[in-house]
């Protein structure tokens, strides 16, 4: 229970209500648990007390799973908890399988956005984060899309987001604040305080130096204003009353428009721009590619390769072991001969040689949406990008599908003494199962 007051004598007025409500109805509020958004009690104007208990003062009081100030909702405090709670859950599945030797990229993703995001997304809905909000959040999502694929930090964020077909956070932030908003101007409910609420915010003329979270989302939110947004006429649609003449209109998106609209929000990040993000083509019908699906047939090894060029970890601004230049995309695809192995095995690709985008990413945009147990092109890629880790870096590919040095012992492999020795029976220890106090006794 909430009381709110103009001044500390109103607080302590309705203490006085709320401590005799409760002697008339036979329960009994927890002083222990009730809190106050003021000053200690030595410096209140009132005592603030109920069942003689001064009720203790806080800064920052949790209320429903969101942090309350003197001022209202804190905002950033409430970005850090959510986003040290997701940092939480990303740990557990990753562990679990959320990386690159474990479960498929797209079943990764799906995990995402069911389990990793919604524990961010508490309270984002009635108001867009801001600038230093946004960045926590970006955080915590930027962490999980790296997960996914066990690549490191200085991998292109941007090139994760086409990859995964997971959209921005601010994009996220932005649409569920326009269907929560929906929900309460499509109603005509009289009996709802929310729509109430709501209404009378957008009629009342705006106030200086007042944050009024309606106004606000109508003024920030770009969504909001979309061409295919469905929202109720209020001149037409006035309240009503009984709540059997309530009107409620569809959502602000059907589930087909709110799609669309979250694959064109992917498919715009870096569009034909010369990077490593921009060489990944995404039409805003695609799906994500079927090589990251758990059903495409595709070995690890192939997808592994496969991913990690599109996402720029195979050449990047170092010495090539061959020649000596800079490997770069474009060297390293020439240099290695995996540009004339793709020229050979695929005719039908059209590739125009200029800037950074390769004729491996040719290759893969072009059967971007095709099944690998129907087309050689992923095997192709993947032994391009083989011939530049052999021959440009002088790698070999491991059982779990990663690339490294001869010289440096296979990703989860133990050296064999110490294998042989985890083997070894040691001696002198109770039998599994055996109870201690027993083998304290001497028994056995």
Same mark, same amino acid.
Request: one cysteine or more; a positive charge; aromatic letters at 6%.
């Given at each position: 229970?909430?009381?709110?007051?103009?001044? +500390?004598?109103?607080?302590?007025?309705?203490? +006085?209500?709320?401590?005799?409500?409760?002697?008339?109805?036979?329960?009994?509020?927890? #002083?222990?648990?009730?809190?106050?958004?003021?000053?200690?009690?030595?410096?209140? %104007?009132?005592?603030?007390?109920?069942?003689?208990?001064?009720?203790?003062?806080?800064?920052?009081?949790?209320?429903?799973?969101?942090?309350?100030?003197?001022?209202?909702?804190?905002?950033?405090?409430?970005?850090?908890?959510?986003?040290?709670?997701?940092?939480?859950?990303?740990?557990?599945?990753?562990?679990?399988?959320?990386?690159?030797?474990?479960?498929?990229?797209?079943?990764?993703?799906?995990?995402?956005?069911?389990?990793?995001?919604?524990?961010?997304?508490?309270?984002?809905?009635?108001?867009?984060?801001?600038?230093?909000?946004?960045?926590?959040?970006?955080? =915590?999502?930027?962490?999980?899309?790296?997960?996914?694929?066990?690549?490191?930090?200085?991998?292109?964020?941007?090139?994760?987001?086409?990859?995964?077909?997971?959209?921005?956070?601010?994009?996220?932030?932005?649409?569920?604040?326009?269907?929560?908003?929906?929900?309460?101007?499509?109603?005509? !409910?009289?009996?709802?305080?929310?729509?109430?609420?709501?209404?009378?915010?957008?009629?009342?003329?705006?106030?200086?130096?007042?944050?009024?979270?309606?106004?606000?989302?109508?003024?920030?939110?770009?969504?909001?204003?979309?061409?295919?947004?469905?929202?109720?006429?209020?001149?037409?649609?006035?309240?009503?009353?009984?709540?059997?003449?309530?009107?409620?209109?569809?959502?602000?998106?059907?589930?087909?428009?709110?799609?669309?609209?979250?694959?064109?929000? =992917?498919?715009?990040?870096?569009?034909?721009? !010369?990077?490593?993000?921009?060489?990944?083509?995404?039409? #805003?019908?695609?799906?994500?590619? #079927?090589?990251?699906?758990?059903?495409?047939?595709?070995?690890?090894?192939?997808?592994?390769?496969?991913?990690?060029?599109?996402?720029?970890? =195979?050449?990047?601004?170092?010495?090539?072991?061959?020649?000596?230049?800079?490997?770069?995309?474009?060297?390293?695809?020439?240099?290695?001969?995996?540009?004339?192995?793709?020229?050979?095995?695929?005719? %039908?690709?059209?590739?125009?040689?200029?800037?950074?985008?390769?004729?491996?990413?040719?290759?893969?945009?072009?059967?971007?949406?095709?099944?690998?147990?129907?087309?050689?092109?992923?095997?192709?890629?993947?032994?391009?990008?083989?011939?530049?880790?052999?021959?440009?870096?002088?790698?070999?590919?491991?059982?779990?599908?990663?690339?490294?040095?001869?010289?440096?012992? +296979?990703?989860?492999?133990?050296?064999?003494?110490?294998?042989?020795?985890?083997?070894?029976?040691?001696?002198?220890?109770?039998?599994?199962?055996?109870?201690?106090?027993?083998?304290?006794?001497?028994?056995?």
């Amino acid at each position: 229970m909430t009381l709110l007051g103009g001044n +500390q004598a109103d607080l302590a007025r309705l203490l +006085q209500v709320c401590e005799a409500w409760s002697h008339d109805v036979g329960i009994r509020f927890s #002083p222990a648990k009730c809190v106050y958004l003021g000053p200690i009690p030595v410096m209140r %104007e009132v005592p603030l007390r109920i069942y003689g208990q001064d009720i203790v003062s806080k800064e920052v009081a949790p209320y429903l799973g969101i942090p309350f100030g003197r001022h209202g909702i804190n905002w950033l405090q409430m970005a850090k908890e959510r986003t040290q709670k997701a940092r939480g859950v990303i740990v557990t599945m990753a562990a679990l399988g959320m990386n690159a030797t474990g479960w498929a990229p797209a079943s990764s993703a799906k995990i995402y956005r069911s389990f990793i995001r919604p524990v961010m997304e508490y309270g984002v809905a009635l108001k867009i984060p801001s600038r230093e909000a946004l960045k926590l959040y970006e955080s =915590v999502q930027n962490l999980a899309l790296r997960t996914m694929v066990s690549v490191p930090r200085n991998t292109s964020i941007k090139a994760l987001h086409k990859l995964l077909h997971v959209e921005p956070f601010d994009h996220r932030a932005k649409t569920l604040n326009a269907m929560w908003g929906a929900r309460l101007h499509n109603s005509t !409910d009289r009996t709802m305080p929310a729509v109430r609420i709501w209404r009378n915010a957008l009629a009342q003329a705006p106030q200086p130096n007042q944050v009024c979270l309606p106004r606000l989302l109508l003024s920030t939110n770009t969504i909001w204003n979309h061409p295919d947004a469905v929202k109720l006429d209020h001149a037409t649609n006035p309240l009503a009353d009984p709540v059997e003449d309530a009107v409620w209109a569809d959502r602000l998106f059907d589930r087909v428009t709110r799609r669309r609209i979250r694959r064109e929000a =992917v498919a715009v990040i870096e569009n034909a721009l !010369d990077n490593v993000a921009g060489a990944i083509l995404i039409e #805003p019908s695609d799906k994500i590619r #079927p090589y990251l699906t758990g059903k495409s047939g595709i070995n690890r090894k192939t997808r592994n390769t496969v991913m990690r060029w599109t996402l720029g970890a =195979v050449a990047w601004h170092r010495p090539c072991l061959k020649c000596g230049q800079e490997l770069s995309r474009v060297h390293a695809a020439e240099c290695s001969g995996a540009d004339a192995l793709l020229a050979a095995r695929h005719p %039908e690709v059209s590739y125009r040689p200029g800037g950074r985008a390769t004729r491996i990413d040719a290759v893969l945009n072009f059967y971007r949406n095709v099944l690998p147990t129907k087309t050689k092109a992923y095997a192709n890629v993947a032994e391009a990008v083989g011939l530049i880790y052999t021959e440009c870096r002088h790698l070999q590919q491991q059982r779990n599908g990663f690339w490294t040095d001869n010289a440096q012992p +296979q990703q989860g492999a133990r050296p064999r003494q110490q294998r042989q020795f985890r083997r070894q029976q040691p001696t002198g220890l109770r039998p599994l199962g055996r109870p201690r106090n027993a083998a304290r006794a001497g028994v056995g």
